[in-house]
């Protein structure tokens, strides 16, 4: 059981614009921690496409964008293309675990 | 541009320990925090611990306190994971992770491309 939330999965067609959420709480999101978004091609590592919430790091297309409100973040993806498909999870901090990195349990988009 | 490159796959016993390296290149060793995540078959990402840049500092994940170490040696430029009193749910994909800052909160980025651990009788 993940601390942060998300659907299991989403779908939509090439060319569309998709929205994954991530719910938090007050430890974590809700405090004002940062979120990141990572993508994992099937049979790859994760790779970094959002951090801090709306920042994305170089070379990631300006396709993906992030926002954060009161205790939940969502990933955006707009003109969906098949190279797209893939999981992807949330990251946070939770101050009243032992650490604190939290990970969502992750969100495969399929494009249909 | 930085760059994590893991050791190899492994076939462990049950009961048996664990450890994975990660050599960094092409950038500045120390510089920022080193993050391993595993991810079991079918399932998703779990954070394990950080190791900040001064290599004396370590945050673990509750459910691996007291059975994994995150070790650094500055000198090859690799920071190691042990994890010992293996059992077959720790079979999964390990993976170590930069930070683009040197904190325990920070976004990870790159990644090395995994080690493959299987546990075994």
């Known amino acids: 059981q993940s601390v942060l939330t998300q659907p299991p999965s989403v779908s939509e067609a090439p060319g569309q614009r998709v929205t994954i959420s991530c719910s938090g709480s007050?430890?974590?999101?809700?405090?004002?921690?940062?979120v990141h978004w990572y993508q994992q091609l099937p049979g790859t590592a994760p790779k970094l496409v959002i951090y801090?919430?709306?920042n994305r790091p170089s070379g990631v297309s300006d396709r993906f964008s992030g926002s954060r409100s009161g205790t939940s973040a969502s990933l955006a993806i707009t003109g969906l293309q098949a190279e797209d498909e893939a999981d992807y999870y949330c990251?946070?901090?939770?101050?009243?675990?032992?650490?604190?990195?939290?990970f969502g349990g992750g969100t495969k988009l399929t494009v249909l | 541009q930085v760059q994590l490159v893991q050791s190899g796959a492994e076939v462990k016993q049950p009961g048996s320990s664990l450890k994975v390296s990660c050599k960094t290149s092409?950038?500045?060793?120390?510089?920022?925090?080193i993050t391993w995540v595993r991810q079991r078959p079918g399932q998703g990402l779990e954070w394990m611990g950080t190791?900040?840049?001064?290599?004396?500092?370590?945050n673990y994940a509750q459910r691996f306190q007291g059975r994994v170490t995150l070790t650094a040696d500055e000198s090859g430029k690799t920071v190691s994971m042990g994890l010992h009193s293996l059992t077959s749910d720790d079979t999964a994909l390990y993976f170590c992770?930069?930070?683009?800052?040197?904190?325990?909160?920070?976004?990870?980025?790159?990644w090395g491309q995994g080690t493959r651990v299987t546990v075994s009788s």
């Open positions: 007050s430890s974590n999101i809700g405090a004002g921690y940062h």
């Open positions: 092409g950038g500045t060793f120390g510089s920022s925090a």
């Open positions: 801090d919430n709306t």
């Open positions: 990251q946070s901090y939770d101050s009243t675990l032992t650490g604190g990195v939290i």
């Open positions: 992770a930069g930070g683009r800052g040197a904190g325990f909160r920070t976004p990870l980025d790159p």
């Open positions: 190791i900040l840049p001064d290599f004396a500092t370590a």
